[in-house]
């Protein structure tokens, strides 16, 4: 079975930083194009950044030199490093994988699994 689990989010001071997960079950992460979104109240869901399967990376401009992608191969897991963090990061983030396109960024709906997603809270 197909699952994919974030983890590592929580309240963090501005300024600080945090390191979210995403774990795959049923599937080997690498070959697939992973990315990261986020979503906060009263918003659309936004794409933040995302690898390939050649580890080629695209971050959105609000995060770009703040925030890291990358793959850690023997754990089948992708992570996002987010340092100086900003009350406007605050939202629930999100873990999804593209079986399909192989090119970054990857569009929208060409994710098809997706996971439950972490709150990342940024408050003093």
């Known amino acids: 079975q197909v699952q994919v689990v974030e983890s590592g989010g929580g309240l963090v001071q501005p300024g600080g930083s945090l390191r979210l997960s995403c774990a795959a079950s049923g599937f080997t992460l690498d070959y697939y194009a992973i990315g990261w979104f986020r979503q906060a109240p009263g918003k659309e869901r936004e794409g933040v950044s995302c690898i390939s399967s050649d580890g080629t990376t695209y971050y959105t401009d609000s995060v770009k030199g703040r925030f890291t992608i990358s793959r850690a191969h023997a754990k089948n897991t992708v992570y996002l490093q987010m340092n100086s963090l900003k009350p406007e990061d605050s939202a629930v983030y999100y873990c999804?994988?593209?079986?399909?396109?192989?090119?970054?960024?990857?569009?929208?709906?060409?994710?098809?699994?997706w996971g439950q997603g972490t709150q990342v809270t940024v408050s003093s």
């Open positions: 999804a994988v593209s079986t399909k396109y192989y090119s970054v960024p990857v569009p929208y709906d060409e994710y098809e699994y």
